[in-house]
């Protein structure tokens, strides 16, 4: 039997969450303990790993979509298996009200000094799953990053597409 995988409440203050991106596509076979895609909240980026074996047979928001908490992101089940009825209007319905929450404005009269920015320390961002697969495998993030040319945080996924790509068969 399928089931849905929707955006917990993993902590007192999460509202909504980014899903980065998709480390799958729909029809494809997920593993319980695979990372199906990759989430960002405001304190931190992570994969999302599959609680048990199954197809994932649709996803419900695209890459870059944020998202509130209960947002039904994928259905995984078996490849015969019905799609559940009335997620699109489930999550629309959440969507919109969501949206209409009033956001929280403090008019506080309070002026903060100008502090410049601290100057970065060029530490790439990756997954703790990518960073220990890369320590794992002896391989330089810096290398991955160059061979994945875009400026988004390295996943697991990368580091594993990189060692195929790079390392003799």
């Given at each position: ?32 303990g ?78 903060l ?18 960073r ?38």
């Amino acid at each position: 039997m399928g089931y849905l995988v929707l955006i917990e409440k993993w902590a007192a203050n999460l509202e909504e969450v980014t899903v980065n991106r998709w480390l799958r596509q729909e029809g494809e076979p997920v593993e319980a303990g695979e990372s199906l895609c990759e989430i960002i909240t405001e304190k931190v980026t992570f994969e999302y790993e599959v609680p048990e074996d199954g197809t994932l047979r649709k996803i419900y928001c695209g890459e870059g979509s944020t998202v509130p908490v209960g947002y039904v992101i994928a259905f995984i089940g078996q490849l015969d298996e019905p799609l559940p009825e009335g997620i699109e209007h489930q999550n629309a319905q959440l969507m919109e009200e969501y949206r209409q929450k009033p956001d929280l404005m403090l008019d506080l009269d309070i002026v903060l000094p100008t502090i410049p920015a601290p100057m970065s320390q060029g530490r790439l961002r990756a997954t703790p799953a990518a960073r220990r697969l890369a320590r794992e495998a002896s391989v330089e993030l810096a290398e991955v990053a160059q061979w994945v040319g875009e400026d988004r945080p390295l996943s697991e996924v990368d580091i594993r597409a990189y060692l195929a790509d790079t390392r003799p068969q």
